[in-house]
């Protein structure tokens, strides 16, 4: 059983930056963040390979967020640059153990989720 719990969130102005914190009980292999916006779907944001490195960004988030780790720590992180009013959702950790990245780069259901920290961005 691993826990996640996020942190960071918070209200910003457009074109500001935030940077979302994940804390995990234990290992894991795939990690990546979502976000859900009041009467939207749940969007993958970005994933990263624990073991390896190698991160996915959506579109919508590519040049200004950056997804990164500290395995010393069980730790993830989410830095959000070039903030945008469309990015305001409840943002998501979620966490799972793909060994291969062909697999982890396209999970969508992840076994361990986190509460989730809001985020705010106003025009």
């Known amino acids: 059983q691993v826990q996640l719990q996020e942190s960071g969130g918070g209200s910003v102005q457009s074109g500001g930056s935030l940077k979302l914190s994940c804390a995990a009980s234990g290992d894991t292999r795939c990690m990546a963040w979502f976000r859900q916006a009041p009467g939207k779907e749940r969007e993958g944001v970005a994933t990263?390979?624990?073991?390896?490195?190698?991160?996915y960004y959506a579109d919508s988030v590519k040049g200004r967020f950056t997804i990164s780790q500290d395995n010393a720590k069980n730790t993830l992180y989410l830095q959000m640059n070039s903030l945008k009013p469309e990015d305001t959702a409840m943002y998501y950790c979620?966490?799972?153990?793909?060994?291969?990245?062909?697999?982890?780069?396209?999970?969508?259901?992840?076994?361990?989720w986190g509460q989730g920290t809001q985020v705010t961005v106003s025009s």
């Open positions: 990263i390979s624990t073991t390896g490195g190698t991160t």
């Open positions: 979620a966490a799972d153990f793909d060994y291969l990245w062909s697999l982890c780069s396209a999970r969508t259901i992840f076994k361990y």
